[in-house]
């Protein structure tokens, strides 16, 4: 018997171009090679297909289907080996800056990109759905970013721009300059005004009165002669005629400047990959192939199985199979009884990567035919076992539409929890058995499979097959009934009978791209008198696998559907059945058990009402259906009135790194093309949260090849220590603080071996006791010796004369930064005596220079450190990136070469620090109406094991705890934990939005004590104009007041709060929450001498203008504003500014980009310099008042004069005396006002925030759409903290939450449907003396975010009134669907309750710190 021929090559092409790879490394995924190509337009962000920042398009032609079938896949987790045949498209592959694709023009232009780090896979995730549908409806549209991260923009700009290619949207053709730049055709020629619902779009519009035909939405209606409504008037007015809006005007311009998008004109997928797949090339008589004629060079391969040996003996993966048959497949598994079956390695990737396992034989079988097919039978339905999650939704689609309901019951069900299922970058690639063959314990489609009955058919060698009902299959944690010889070769799903009802139900931290907290598959059969014949509960999430409520259904069996008998029984079985241990893996044992008791009660309510059974719950079915308001499209508004003053300050120009960002040439750190001999830096963490270090021997890493140096703390020539109170060394030499703690650090020729070296290196510990949480620290008097406090009027006497007196505590969470770009940093040494060029993702490039200089021991001028842009900062790059590129710099001096590291997402997360948790404790003196008299509270930080920043952070917090309210007496005293986590730092707000918690926390339960809404509380004692604060600060620029009763009348907070109101009286199950909070936030660095900024500019002999300042870019648009300052104060056009890096050679002794003061200090000393400037050129434009900018300034350098300035600016008047309380601390406050509704599942703690309106102060904004970009992105990620990201330990002291896998930012179905944004406007400034009076607008925002916190708040307050609970609610941050769930005190959560006495001396499985 002649053996099947194989190939030991891949074959596919990329953007358009064969490529065929011999040998390939084995354990390259497609993200490296592309990368390692010069693709790095494609970005690493977590690794583990969580983010959707490395997305690219693969094409592939499907046998199965005969057609082309498009998909966006996560290329961090694709193997290079699963690309042969197909076709893949990087965002390269689509157009560059100056010939752009429409995807990547429209989200540039339309304020969709902001660092731009995820800017790439967001530009593929849609041009992906364009090359399926290039007439996507907006639901399609929303739904396909559904497995992309942003943690920037807050994704309304990016939802806006894609939806300009929905089928009803406004498609007007324009040209696109080589610049990158588009040309404007005139409204009659493109089509219209721009503006959503324009006139000339509506051939409905009557003609005859003009402006009478208004359509509200910002076009008053087509004219008498046809013309549209903008061609007389550029100014965008609403409905009603009276507001002038920029932002709508500005919007308007930029889509009429857009190209047309024609998808006929796409990159063709190429013919030859679909007769490779088919199998049929043209082959020579003698089975050579041979040319196939069309003269282009592209020699026929035929398409074979293929077996590749690795080249490198160190290869985790040893051998790759790649079979094209079944029978071809179960000979490789006769062989290789132990290989690793692959098919969208969604599992084995993050398996290989998290866990470092390792597969030596791996076979791909997404390749075989037979396992992909569909058989519809008259009994079932067989789905092939490796059918794409994509494609087994469509089938479900399909089979659902052809036959009746009472068919389908099963279908229907697993098709609804395939809405949720992971992104939609993984559902493209993975498959039915591969979510079988895991057998994961929190699977969402087993617990269907199993309560359908269906079963799993396996196949083995000769023709075997044999079917193992789903309820059998599953034998243990990850132990299957499966045999080693055997396959999954389908699934068999019966169709249902009359009587009989099948729904799903899953409940996770967030609800998009998310694995399930409990998921379950609820099934009954009835007959004619709704006597139950069979039924069966299967839950995910509850056991070490998914596990059959067996007693819960043998309970049902032979009772009357329908019953209150019969759910008392079943809801009580579960719960015993399903009862979790407090210990119990995954944590959340009351909510998990809840949820699943939650679930039969939904059940049994939805399926009452499908079998037309009269009974209580049948009628509040729709309440369990899904939350209905999820389902409303995301909209948003935003509003702010022209600049009437400026040129260019002020106006709406978008990032002038967009484009680049969105065609992937933006270069980012681990962008740039490696030196010669680059070496890779991998650190060796500890495992421990405290313990003393006895021993390290590099003796294992250096004899693995490739490595050259292990560096320990012995190995600093210079200073080992660092930070402001130099309390933290850069290597630890006798003790560790904290589980993740770099110990010592490897270098070797690549990432693979560095890493594998540094697991290689054996240090000896011995373990000490360790502190993690703030309350442990209080309580065990862990504190720093540093306290602030600030103390005005005599608290004892006004808490005696108050007419009440409570007592409490609030506390808010840990934050992760989260940007998409982790830290990374090269240092490249000049060759020269002990020069460096560090090439660093850092905020505080002068720090990063003195402390790599220190580190060393050399001159700090010896160092040069240069920052081009971040992929996100939000303060987490301030100070903890400074170590990083320590690491580097020491590396390079001791080795002379290039040193590079990017840290992969776990260990970003396990290395630095977070947002700092905060606990308050308070007394508070307040009137019958809710008027404060005084407070008393302790402020306690978790500041982590070292100082770092954490006094800043805790004086922004003591000092911002008054957030907008005066109270005569108060006593506020902070204090910082030390404890043994990572050293927690700065973030956005800066300890700000902690401060402000801590008190709008208590101003709720004062609230709840005296039955009011808060909002009540919050207006009455309000600041006004020229009250004192606790630091002695004047309130003179005051528009909160304004702004609260500007905001509550165009948001109609009063109606909406009777209509909430009386929702809840209707709805029991369902509640929502109002909420409007204030905030102010004041501008200033703590530390005096930080309050300064510096430029310097070049003017050149052609006109061009170089700006170098001292900020930096991390997405904010500082060098956009930048920019816009200079071209204006020199009077020319903005393209004439090029800003092109931040380095410490030209811009020296640089404050930290922070603190929100960044355009107010860089933004005056640009002005200072070109200030300066142009006074010197004044005299020459004067004599040539018609010649080009570029003959004056030639002129001008002809006649020496010096066209090159430096700016500084020192910010006046700052400095604050906390011993004494005297001074100005903050130099003004950024001020805004927002208001929240929500919609609460209170059976399960889901949320939709329906709708926000947002007000902020920004003074005279230097970029009116940049400002509106940071406020939606800051509330988004206020909205985070304080309801989904959940920052977790193990109790041992290692960080649980490493990744997007379990840590959950906001996705973009989580922002508000309803998003509206406005600026305050005609305001007279009497004290702001910033640069053309803007107000600093980063952090203030943020705040903000917890509007929707209090709206969530105050739908669990309506839960509980319901219930019968008037005492005032302790909820604390953030408010995940299990705080939430449990805060809704009812029957089932006391069920779930676990007994104080089941829990004495048990640890929990993790722990909030």
């Known amino acids: 018997m002649t053996s099947t021929p194989t190939r030991d090559n891949i074959l596919f092409y990329l953007n358009g171009t064969r490529v065929v790879v011999s040998a390939p490394d084995l354990d390259q995924t497609l993200l490296q090679y592309l990368r390692s190509t010069g693709l790095t337009g494609t970005k690493l962000g977590c690794g583990e297909g969580g983010c959707g920042a490395c997305t690219v398009m693969v094409s592939r032609y499907d046998t199965v289907e005969q057609r082309i079938v498009h998909a966006s896949v996560n290329a961090c987790l694709c193997p290079l080996y699963t690309m042969d045949g197909k076709h893949v498209i990087t965002v390269e592959g689509l157009g560059t800056t100056k010939n752009p694709h429409p995807v990547q023009e429209r989200i540039a232009l339309l304020h969709g990109s902001q660092c731009g780090f995820c800017t790439p896979g967001f530009v593929m995730s849609l041009y992906t759905l364009l090359r399926n549908n290039p007439n996507p409806s907006e639901l399609e549209i929303e739904e396909c970013f559904d497995g992309n991260l942003c943690r920037c923009t807050g994704y309304r700009p990016i939802l806006d721009a894609a939806k300009t290619f929905a089928e009803d949207a406004w498609k007007p053709s324009s040209t696109v300059n080589v610049d990158g730049t588009a040309t404007a055709m005139p409204a009659k020629e493109a089509g219209g005004c721009g503006i959503d619902g324009c006139c000339k779009l509506k051939p409905e519009a009557k003609v005859e009165d003009g402006p009478d035909q208004s359509s509200g939405d910002g076009c008053c209606g087509a004219k008498k002669d046809g013309r549209c409504c903008r061609e007389d008037s550029a100014v965008c007015v609403d409905g009603d005629g009276k507001a002038d809006n920029e932002a709508e005007r500005e919007k308007a311009a930029v889509i009429a400047k857009f190209q047309k998008y024609d998808g006929s004109s796409e990159l063709i997928f190429p013919p030859f990959l679909i007769r490779y797949a088919k199998g049929n090339p043209a082959i020579n008589a003698n089975g050579n192939s041979k040319d196939d004629g069309d003269g282009d060079g592209d020699d026929e391969i035929q398409r074979l199985p293929l077996s590749i040996a690795s080249q490198n003996p160190s290869s985790w993966c040893q051998h790759f199979y790649r079979p094209l048959t079944l029978d071809g497949l179960l000979a490789v598994i006769e062989q290789h009884p132990q290989a690793k079956l692959v098919a969208g390695n969604s599992e084995v990737g993050v398996e290989m990567r998290l866990k470092k396992s390792k597969f030596p034989v791996q076979v791909y079988i997404n390749d075989v035919a037979e396992l992909q097919a569909i058989e519809e039978c008259s009994d079932k339905v067989i789905f092939g076992a490796n059918i794409s999650l994509e494609r087994f939704a469509r089938a479900l689609d399909a089979l659902v539409q052809r036959h009746a309901p009472e068919r389908t019951q099963s279908f229907a069900a697993l098709r609804e929890n395939l809405r949720f299922f992971a992104g939609n970058q993984i559902r493209n690639v993975a498959t039915i058995a591969g979510n079988i063959a895991t057998a994961s314990p929190i699977s969402d489609l087993n617990p269907v499979f199993m309560a359908a009955k269906a079963s799993v058919i396996l196949a083995s060698a000769h023709g075997k097959r044999r079917a193992v009902p789903m309820s059998e299959f599953f034998l243990g944690y990850r132990r299957t009934a499966m045999q080693p010889s055997e396959v999954i070769y389908g699934v068999s799903v019966p169709f249902t009978a009359k009587g009989e009802i099948v729904r799903a139900f899953k409940q996770a931290k967030r609800r998009d791209d998310d694995i399930a907290i409990v998921t379950c598959g609820l099934r009954v059969l009835v007959d004619g008198s709704n006597k139950v014949v069979d039924a069966s509960f299967a839950y995910g999430g509850m056991a070490p696998t998914t596990v059959l409520a067996a007693r819960a259904a043998d309970c049902a069996i032979g009772g009357a559907w329908g019953d209150a008998e019969l759910l008392d029984r079943l809801m009580r079985e579960v719960q015993a059945q399903l009862r979790l241990d407090y210990t119990v893996p995954g944590g959340m044992a009351e909510y998990r058990t809840a949820l699943a008791v939650s679930f039969v009660y939904k059940f049994w309510a939805i399926s009452c009402r499908a079998l037309g059974i009269d009974s209580a719950e049948a009628l509040m079915a729709g309440q369990m259906e899904d939350d209905a308001a999820e389902r409303v499209l995301c909209k948003g508004k935003q509003q702010y009135a022209s600049v009437t003053d400026r040129a260019i300050v002020g106006k709406g120009v978008a990032h002038l790194s967009a484009l680049r960002q969105t065609t992937g040439e933006a270069r980012y750190i681990d962008d740039m093309p490696a030196v010669a001999g680059e070496l890779y830096l991998a650190l060796v963490l500890s495992p421990h949260a405290h313990a003393r270090i006895l021993s390290i021997d590099s003796e294992p890493a250096l004899r693995i090849s490739g490595v050259h140096r292990v560096l320990t703390a012995r190995d600093v020539p210079g200073t080992n220590c660092w930070n402001i109170f130099h309390d933290e060394e850069i290597l630890p030499s006798e003790e560790v ?192 109406a809710g008027k404060l008299r005084a407070l008393r509270m302790r402020v306690f930080s978790n500041g982590g094991f070292s100082h770092d920043l954490s006094m800043g952070v805790l004086e922004r917090a003591v000092s911002h705890v008054d957030n907008c309210y005066r109270i005569p007496a108060t006593e506020i005293v902070g204090r910082v934990c030390r404890t043994n986590t990572q050293s927690n730092t700065a973030f956005r707000s800066f300890g700000g939005c902690q401060g402000m918690f801590l008190l709008e926390s208590m101003l709720c339960e004062i609230a709840d004590k005296l039955g009011k809404h808060v909002e009540e509380i919050r207006a009455l004692n309000m600041y006004r104009k020229n009250d004192v604060t606790p630091f002695s600060q004047t309130l003179d620029d005051w528009n909160v007041p304004r702004m609260w009763k500007q905001l509550g009348e165009s948001a109609q907070y009063a109606e909406r709060r009777r209509a909430v109101d009386e929702f809840n009286s209707r709805s029991q199950f369902r509640k929502r929450g109002l909420a409007q909070v204030p905030t102010k936030f004041g501008i200033s660095f703590g530390v005096k001498h930080l309050n300064q900024g510096m430029s310097l500019v070049h003017v050149y002999m052609d006109g061009s203008v170089l700006v170098a300042h001292g900020g930096t870019e991390m997405g904010q648009g500082l060098h956009t504003k930048m920019a816009q300052i200079a071209a204006e104060t020199l009077g020319l056009p903005l393209s004439s500014i090029f800003i092109s890096e931040t380095a410490t050679n030209t811009a ?181 003396k910033t640069i053309y009076s803007s107000k600093g607008i980063g952090e203030p925002p943020l705040f903000l975010g917890s509007s929707v916190f209090f709206a969530l708040r105050d739908a669990v307050v309506a839960a509980r009134k319901q219930r019968g609970i008037q005492s005032p609610l302790h909820m604390e941050s953030p408010a995940t669907p299990e705080i939430l769930r449990l805060a809704c005190v009812d029957e089932i959560v006391e069920l779930a309750r676990i007994p104080e006495t089941m829990k004495e001396g048990k640890v929990p499985f993790v722990v909030r710190i």
């Open 737 to 928: 603080h904290y589980s993740g703690q770099p110990v010592a650090l490897v270098l070797a020729d690549n990432q693979r071996i560095a890493q594998e070296a540094a697991r290689a290196v054996k240090v000896d510990y011995e373990p000490l006791p360790a502190v993690l949480t703030v309350r442990d620290a209080v309580d065990q008097n862990a504190l720093f010796a540093e306290e602030r406090v600030l103390r005005n009027g005599d608290v004892d006497r006004e808490l005696a004369h108050s007419d009440h007196v409570l007592s409490g505590e609030s506390y808010c969470g840990a934050q992760e930064h989260f940007y998409l770009e982790t830290m990374a940093s090269i240092t490249v040494p000049r060759g020269e005596g002990d020069e460096y060029d560090i090439y660093a993702s850092t905020q505080n490039p002068t720090e990063t220079q003195m402390v790599c200089a220190e580190t060393l021991g050399v001159p700090a001028s010896q160092i040069v450190c240069h920052v081009k842009r971040m992929g996100g900062g939000f303060g987490g790059k301030e100070s903890r990136s400074v170590l990083l590129a320590a690491f580097t710099t020491l590396g390079a001096y001791h080795t002379n070469r290039s040193v590079r590291i990017m840290l992969d997402r776990d260990e970003d997360m396990r290395t630095s620090g977070q947002r700092h948790p905060f606990l308050g404790r308070w007394t508070v003196g307040f009137s019958r």
């Open 1148 to 1328: 020296a002794n640089t404050s930290p980009t922070a603190a929100s003061a960044s355009s107010d200090l860089n933004g005056y000393a640009v002005y200072n310099a070109c200030k300066e400037l142009a006074d010197r050129l004044r005299p020459y434009r004067e004599r040539m008042p018609q010649e080009p900018f570029s003959k004056i300034a030639r002129v001008a350098y002809l006649d020496r004069c010096s066209l090159t300035a430096a700016g500084h600016y020192a910010t006046p008047d700052i400095g604050f005396d906390w011993q004494k309380n005297e001074g100005l601390l903050y130099f003004y406050f950024t001020q805004g006002v927002a208001i929240a509704e929500v919609e609460l599942d209170t059976l399960t703690g889901a949320h939709t925030t329906i709708r926000v309106d947002v007000m902020m102060d920004v003074g005279k904004s230097l970029n009116k759409a940049l400002d509106i970009g940071q406020i939606e992105g800051a509330f988004a990620q206020g909205q985070g903290w304080t309801t989904s990201e959940e920052f977790l330990y193990f109790p041992s002291g290692p960080l649980f939450t490493q990744g997007p896998g379990n840590y959950k930012i906001p996705s973009a179905l989580d922002i508000p449907r309803d998003f509206r944004v406005s600026l305050l406007e005609n305001v007279e400034y009497n004290t702001l």
